[in-house]
């Protein structure tokens, strides 16, 4: 019976006082990963040693706090009246295009100070990226957030989803779609289609152009499902950002093929 459907216990395990989340879990994991790949990929690349332990260092705590200032700044109306609850990341509540705002441009700058190809370190990031965000998603499934609009079982059951996922979509007596997982998803296969990218040795900077491109496009579909997107009046921040970062990485891509300003291709060792 639907009635004695209980969700997954978002609390991972307590410490004392202390509660561990699933959602920081698998947060967690996924910038685990993420960081795994992309400093294995540095040695094949040859990449300076540390390159990306020394940048997350930067990168992580600038990207969850541009990601919290961002979500924060699109729901002022509630935020302004309960203060305390700003710091509560734990509860959801980080936006992922703006922890790629902020993570982009602390790389732009250690790139700067390290002498680095700024290209060439995004394209190695790229997968680690789109795969980190893939694993991320689980973290709202674990909180039942970030679900589209309401549907039936039989209509989940048709998608032959798991019960366990079904389950987690019952929500205060209703089901809701997935949207968590059809985004998860297509990031997965994101992270496949860049893997093979680097076979192709495509120009520089290629790659992360392609990430943003594959993202965005999944992006902009998901969000229209999506019941609690962040707006702008009556747009959807998230589509309007996915439909700019297509238009500006084909233009980027355009613009420096015709004007060949880079011939480095993803497979040069130079930096």
Same mark, same amino acid.
């Given at each position: 019976?639907?009635?004695?459907?209980?969700?997954?216990?978002?609390?991972?395990?307590?410490?004392?006082?202390? &509660?561990?989340?699933?959602?920081?879990?698998?947060?967690?994991?996924?910038?685990?990963? @993420?960081?795994?790949?992309?400093?294995?990929?540095? $040695?094949?690349?040859?990449?300076?040693?540390?390159?990306?332990?020394?940048?997350?260092?930067?990168? #992580?705590?600038? @990207?969850?706090?541009?990601?919290?200032?961002?979500?924060?700044?699109?729901?002022?109306? /509630?935020?302004?009246?309960?203060?305390?609850?700003?710091?509560?990341? +734990?509860?959801?509540?980080?936006?992922?295009?703006?922890?790629?705002?902020?993570?982009?441009?602390?790389? /732009?700058? /250690?790139? $700067?100070?390290?002498?680095?190809? =700024? +290209?060439?370190?995004?394209?190695?990031?790229?997968?680690?990226?789109?795969?980190?965000?893939?694993?991320?998603?689980?973290?709202? =499934?674990?909180?039942? &957030?970030?679900?589209?609009?309401?549907?039936?079982?039989? =209509?989940?059951?048709?998608?032959?989803?798991?019960?366990?996922?079904?389950?987690?979509?019952?929500?205060?007596?209703?089901?809701?779609?997935?949207?968590?997982?059809?985004? !998860?998803?297509?990031?997965?296969?994101?992270? #496949?289609?860049?893997?093979?990218?680097?076979?192709?040795?495509?120009?520089?900077?290629?790659?992360?152009?392609?990430?943003?491109?594959?993202? !965005?496009?999944?992006?902009?579909?998901?969000?229209?499902?999506?019941?609690?997107?962040?707006?702008?009046? !009556?747009?959807?921040?998230?589509?309007?950002?996915?439909?700019?970062?297509?238009?500006?990485?084909?233009?980027?891509?355009?613009?420096?093929? @015709?004007?060949?300003?880079? $011939?480095?291709?993803?497979?040069?060792? &130079?930096?």
């Amino acid at each position: 019976m639907n009635e004695n459907i209980q969700p997954l216990n978002p609390i991972a395990f307590s410490l004392g006082p202390i &509660e561990v989340h699933w959602y920081g879990i698998i947060i967690g994991c996924g910038l685990a990963l @993420a960081l795994f790949l992309a400093i294995r990929e540095e $040695k094949r690349r040859g990449l300076p040693k540390d390159t990306f332990a020394d940048l997350m260092l930067w990168a #992580i705590p600038i @990207a969850i706090i541009s990601a919290r200032i961002y979500y924060v700044a699109f729901e002022w109306d /509630y935020y302004q009246n309960h203060p305390g609850d700003i710091i509560k990341i +734990w509860n959801g509540g980080i936006a992922i295009h703006g922890a790629l705002i902020g993570s982009v441009i602390t790389a /732009y700058v /250690y790139c $700067k100070t390290r002498g680095i190809s =700024f +290209w060439k370190l995004t394209d190695i990031a790229a997968p680690s990226i789109i795969l980190g965000q893939a694993i991320g998603r689980w973290g709202n =499934f674990m909180n039942q &957030e970030a679900h589209g609009g309401e549907v039936t079982r039989s =209509f989940l059951e048709n998608l032959h989803l798991p019960d366990f996922i079904i389950n987690q979509m019952y929500i205060n007596g209703t089901y809701y779609q997935p949207t968590f997982f059809y985004e !998860s998803i297509w990031d997965f296969a994101g992270f #496949i289609l860049l893997i093979l990218l680097r076979r192709v040795n495509l120009r520089r900077g290629e790659i992360f152009l392609s990430y943003l491109i594959w993202y !965005s496009i999944g992006r902009f579909y998901v969000e229209g499902l999506r019941t609690d997107s962040l707006m702008l009046g !009556s747009l959807r921040m998230a589509q309007m950002i996915s439909i700019a970062l297509i238009v500006a990485a084909i233009i980027i891509i355009v613009y420096r093929r @015709a004007r060949s300003t880079s $011939k480095a291709r993803y497979l040069d060792l &130079e930096n």
